[in-house]
């Protein structure tokens, strides 16, 4: 089920928030820099995990944490965009739908095999990512729709403000 919600995506109660960026993500901007200032641990991780192995588009990387109340965070960073350049001066570029569709893949097995109940997600790759929602949104649908698993899509950011996910 997919449901389509307004509020604040750090405020979720889904057993995962999953987000777009790129390879060698700054984490500077938009969702990424809310959830770099929120959970600082999960970008140093980010970093040391992308030393080891280099992550390419189309690719996930799950990170689990504490947040400051003592409860569990589990969060995916969908590998959506391209890198522009290369070395310490490579920007993230544009998300492509290949990109998207390959991490949503990678991100419905995640669920599958963690068995996963809910599932945050913001208006995935339409805002740095530069792409189209209309684009997008079945690309989700197609993934999901047959899997056990409650997709809360965030459409509206309402910063500090609790959706209704109707999670059970």
Do not use: C
Request: proline fraction near 5%; charged fraction near 20%.
């Amino acid at each position: 089920m997919i449901r389509e919600v307004e509020g604040d995506i750090l405020l979720s109660k889904a057993q995962v928030i999953a987000h777009g960026i790129a390879p060698q993500e700054h984490f500077d901007i938009g969702l990424a820099l809310a959830l770099r200032e929120r959970w600082p641990s999960m970008v140093r991780d980010y970093r040391h995990a992308v030393h080891a192995r280099v992550v390419q588009p189309g690719e996930m990387w799950a990170w689990g944490g504490v947040d400051d109340q003592g409860n569990s965070v589990r969060i995916v960073n969908l590998i959506t965009q391209n890198m522009v350049g290369q070395g310490p001066a490579a920007k993230p570029g544009k998300a492509t739908l290949e990109n998207v569709s390959h991490a949503l893949k990678a991100l419905a097995d995640f669920v599958q095999q963690e068995g996963i109940r809910s599932l945050a997600l913001p208006r995935l790759a339409t805002g740095v990512g530069g792409l189209d929602w209309a684009d997008i949104k079945p690309l989700i649908e197609k993934r999901f729709a047959d899997l056990p698993v409650t997709v809360v899509v965030y459409e509206t950011y309402r910063k500090g403000v609790q959706a209704n996910e109707a999670l059970a």
